[in-house]
C-alpha cells in the first residue's frame, strides 16, 4: 500500500480495501502512520468485542458460524478474527477460519480475518491485537475467536468485552480448568454438543462446580449448546447480550485498561523487565492521555525510541 489508509474511506470501502490496509498494518507495524490509524480506530470503536476460546476440537468455529448467521440475520455487520497456529516455515496462520465457516462471499456485511498466533504464550499477537483494534471500529460485531486455551493463554481479555468459554462432555476438563484457573477468565460458558444428553449435563454441572472454586464477583451463566442443530443457540446469545449490557456501561474505563496492560506486555516483550520497569514512570504520565483504548500510540512510539 502506497499511502496510509483514511478510517473514514475503509468505513465507506469494500472489503478487499479493508484486507488490503490489514496487510498493511501487518506489514508495517512499527510506522507513525499504521499508530495514526489504529488511534483514530480506537476512538471510533462501536462494535461489542466477544472473544471466544477453549480447547482445540471444542467446536469453537462452529460456535462462531452460528453467533455469525444470527447477527447478519438481524442485519448487523460482522467481523471474526480468528487467531490460528503458525506456519513454521512462513510464520503466517493454518488452518484458517476462512476454511472452516462456511460464508456468502458476496455477503459484504461479513469480514473473516486469519491471523498467526505467533510465539506469544497469550495466545494473542500484536497483529490479532491491532486488528481487532480496527474492525471494532468497523463492523458491528467482532467475534475473536482463539487457537485454544492452556494455563497461560489469557490475551484473549486484553481485547474483548465478553469472554465465552467453551467446553466439551467427555473430554476430562472439569480437573484440569480448576488447576489451571481458566475458569476466572469466562464471562460466559457453552458446553457444546448438548446433544449428548446426560454426559452434557454432567460437564456442565461439572463446570459450575469448578466455577464456585474461582474466585469471581459475578458467576458466568453456564449454557449448553448444539450449535450444528441450533439447540440453546438462543440462550447462548441471551447470555451473551446481558453480559455486553452490563460491560457497556464502563466500556471506555474497560479498553483504557486493556490498552495499558497491552502496552505494558509490549514493551516487556520488545525490551525486557528491565527496559518496562525504566519506563514505567514515562507510561504511567502517558496512560491519563489514552483516548480511549489508543494502541501503538504516537506516546508510546515516543517511550520506544527512547528506550532505542
Known amino acids: 500500500m502506497s499511502r496510509a489508509p483514511v478510517l473514514s474511506t475503509l468505513l465507506a470501502s469494500d472489503k478487499a480495501a479493508v484486507a488490503r490496509a490489514l496487510a498493511w498494518i501487518e506489514s508495517a507495524p512499527d510506522r507513525l502512520a499504521v499508530a495514526g490509524l489504529l488511534d483514530d480506530a480506537a476512538v471510533a470503536a462501536r462494535a461489542h468485542v466477544l472473544g471466544i476460546t477453549g480447547p482445540p476440537g471444542v467446536g469453537k468455529s462452529t ?40 460464508t456468502d462471499p458476496a455477503d459484504v456485511g461479513l469480514f473473516i480475518r486469519s491471523v498467526a498466533a505467533r510465539d506469544r504464550l497469550g495466545g494473542l499477537s500484536e497483529v490479532a491485537v491491532a486488528t481487532t483494534v480496527l474492525m471494532r471500529a468497523l463492523y458491528d460485531r467482532v467475534i475473536v475467536e482463539t487457537v485454544g486455551i492452556g494455563q497461560s493463554e489469557a490475551d484473549v481479555t486484553l481485547v474483548a468485552d465478553t469472554v465465552l468459554l467453551a467446553l466439551q462432555p467427555g473430554s476430562g476438563d472439569g480437573l484440569q480448568f480448576m488447576k489451571a484457573g481458566v475458569m476466572e477468565l469466562p464471562d460466559v460458558v457453552a458446553v457444546t454438543k448438548a446433544d449428548l444428553g446426560a454426559m452434557a449435563s454432567r460437564a456442565r454441572g461439572e463446570a459450575e462446580a469448578a466455577l464456585k472454586l474461582a474466585t469471581r464477583e459475578n458467576r458466568p451463566q453456564v449454557v449448553l449448546v448444539c450449535a450444528p442443530t441450533g439447540e440453546g443457540v438462543e440462550g447462548l446469545i441471551a447470555a451473551v447480550e446481558s453480559h455486553a449490557g452490563k460491560v457497556s456501561r464502563d466500556a471506555a474505563s474497560r479498553r483504557r485498561a486493556q490498552t495499558l496492560a497491552w502496552t505494558r506486555e509490549l514493551l516487556r516483550e520488545r525490551f525486557g523487565r528491565e527496559g518496562l520497569a525504566a519506563m514505567a514512570g514515562d507510561l504511567d504520565r502517558l496512560a491519563p492521555g489514552f483516548r480511549t483504548m489508543e494502541f501503538l500510540s504516537q506516546g508510546l512510539r515516543e517511550i520506544i525510541n527512547h528506550v532505542r
Request: charged share 20%.
Open 63 to 102: 460456535l462462531t458460524a452460528a453467533l455469525v448467521r444470527h447477527w447478519r440475520g438481524r442485519g448487523e455487520t460482522v467481523a471474526v478474527v480468528a487467531v490460528d497456529p503458525s506456519s513454521r516455515a512462513s510464520g503466517g496462520a493454518l488452518l484458517g477460519d476462512r476454511a472452516r465457516i462456511q
